[in-house]
């Protein structure tokens, strides 16, 4: 049984998933600037990586990997980044992020200030692989 | 053996480490607004956490845990921030950032815009821990 707060919109996630199992959901991020980010969220409302068991632990981590390798493969980033934050929502996520030279931030992290507008058409190009990583995530997580 | 990249700043580290042993060194960030930022510095210059091998994986995931722990501890953070980025330098490493609401970005993440300034006497104070936390994270990864 996972426990469930209300008011907490990752406990009552709504997002279309493309993993989703008893212990943790994947699902793409509708972000404009970046095509590609993903996250994983666990379904139990705890709040930091260390106050799950071990077993959950590795579980999670496990996921992180499995989604950064389908968006490494898919999206073929510069550079991958991976932070579990929560400090708005303090609901274990992490967030995989596929980041390249010439994304709105580069080479600062997304939460810093934009530095630059990514021409619209490698944003399409980007976009346009979007269908393709949710199916290389479904296949890494149907394999395990 | 490891891999060193010649003019890479984390492969030539010359800050004080809290742990250094063949595979990862835990070092302690100086940043006056956030006492008790910790890092894990993967010592071979390999790019992202899924270029490792899964045993050296588990290895930095664990020690990342440990680390985790200890800021939680010693630093009694409202949350706790993780992250691997690496954009800047692209040489495998993390992030454990303690987050009180009074912190300069809270709840944003430290790489966006600063928020508010925090009082001296409690940055102060959370400086005082700082030495109590090397002990606490020197025991941490003595114990395994």
Redesign the interface.
């Known amino acids: 049984m996972t426990t469930r707060v209300a008011g907490c919109e990752l406990c009552e996630l709504s997002a279309p998933t493309v993993v989703d199992n008893d212990k943790f959901a994947v699902i793409l991020v509708d972000d404009a600037n970046y095509p590609g980010f993903a996250r994983v969220i666990w379904k139990d409302h705890v709040?930091?990586?260390?106050d799950l068991p071990e077993a959950d632990?590795?579980l999670l981590?496990d996921a992180v990997?499995k989604l950064?390798?389908a968006v490494?493969d898919v999206m073929q980033p510069l550079?991958?980044?991976?932070?579990?934050?929560?400090?708005?929502v303090?609901h274990l996520h992490w967030h995989v992020i596929p980041?390249y030279a010439d994304d709105a931030h580069?080479?600062?992290?997304v939460?810093?200030?934009a530095q630059r507008t990514t021409p619209d058409a490698v944003l399409a190009e980007r976009r346009q692989r979007v269908p393709q990583l949710a199916e290389a995530i479904a296949r890494r997580f149907a394999s395990r």
């Open positions: 709040c930091e990586v260390s632990r590795l981590n990997y950064e390798l490494r550079k991958v980044n991976v932070a579990s934050l929560g400090n708005v303090p980041r580069f080479p600062a992290p939460w810093a200030q």
